[in-house]
């Protein structure tokens, strides 16, 4: 293979073009640039996430799964924010692997989950590298004026709440790596499903607004993350290891395997947002969890000071050889 047969123009009218059509202000992708008009009263979020072949994903991934992991992780960050999703700009650095075949599978994965989250591209570049393949987007949203969710809005007595399962991306890691002891097949792909397609917490992070006083999506590992949130709101955090939720196959190990605890704690990528809620307003969340259908369960609490300790199993405080993991 080497590289894409067609020029970049036609590369951009095939494949990227028709991902631009559902937002007129792209224009077709045929001026230098798009527009943003936003409702009045509402500001622009903007966050970008860029994955590296061999850092953030294996090289021989599915294009249409590294697809629509970079999207999702950029719009996580959007999520985080509280902010509603409105498009997306694209760059990328293709290298000689990259054919016309792998291009059409990447876009159409971009198209299933622009689809899904309600996003279309509004612009980008391309260019060939000789080195890794590189994807960079950059993700625009929006959001009512003042009220984006921010890291440093946290206050001592407030409870520590996350949402679905923790851990589940790193064991997809170890199982994509081979290195996964102690879980079956199914549980194998069920983990490894979970590090390729994180869920972005959109709906929930557009609730949060005005009842979470600080949040974050997790992407380097909740411990790490918390820690964020920690040093923004100048605060500590006291959490339990047993309540962290766990996803059912991922309780199962740790029932057989407890060393596994720590590194689920600390492993990224879930994607699933932290955040920190004013006491006696627990049951607003409840009713959001049933409405959302989405779990939200209480893990901790904030208090004065610094840092995140987290209560083991046996009642005694977990140490990390590292709180935050650095993928690969
Ligand atoms: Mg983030």
Redesign the pocket.
């Known amino acids: 293979m080497s590289g894409p047969t067609s020029g970049e123009f036609e590369q951009i009218a095939r494949y990227f073009a028709p991902l631009a059509k559902d937002y007129p202000l792209a224009f077709g992708l045929t001026d230098d640039a798009a527009l943003i008009r936003p409702e009045p009263g509402q500001e622009i979020v903007v966050?970008t996430?860029c994955m590296v072949a061999g850092v953030h994903f294996f090289p021989d991934d599915a294009p249409e799964r590294i697809a629509r992991k970079l999207l999702r992780v950029n719009l996580?960050?959007l999520a985080?924010m509280g902010a509603a999703p409105v498009g997306y700009l694209l760059a990328a650095a293709w290298t000689e692997a990259v054919d016309d075949a792998w291009l059409a599978r990447f876009a159409a994965g971009l198209a299933e989950d622009q689809a899904r989250f309600g996003v279309a591209l509004i612009g980008g570049d391309t260019a060939a590298t000789p080195g890794a393949l590189t994807l960079t987007i950059t993700a625009l949203g929006t959001v009512t004026a003042g009220a984006a969710l921010r890291r440093s809005g946290a206050k001592p007595g407030d409870g520590v709440y996350v949402s679905g399962t923790i851990g589940d991306a790193y064991l997809g890691l170890q199982a994509r790596k081979a290195a996964l002891a102690g879980a079956n097949a199914e549980s194998a792909r069920y983990f490894a499903e979970r590090l390729d397609l994180p869920e972005p917490r959109l709906g929930l992070g557009r609730r949060l607004r005005g009842l979470a006083t600080a949040a974050?999506?997790i992407?380097d590992g909740l411990v790490a993350?918390l820690g964020h949130i920690c040093e923004t709101s100048k605060l500590a955090a006291e959490i339990v290891a047993s309540r962290v939720p766990l996803s059912p196959p991922a309780a199962a190990l740790v029932a057989r395997a407890p060393e596994y605890l720590p590194a689920l704690l600390t492993g990224g990528d879930d994607y699933e947002l932290c955040f920190a809620v004013p006491q006696g307003r627990e049951g607003e969340i409840a009713a959001l969890a049933g409405e959302l259908g989405v779990a939200l369960t209480r893990i901790g609490r904030c208090s004065a000071g610094a840092g995140v300790k987290v209560e083991g199993p046996d009642g005694t405080a977990l140490a990390f050889e590292r709180t935050g993991y650095r993928h690969f």
Do not use: L
């Open positions: 966050t996430d996580s960050d985080a974050i999506d992407s993350d």
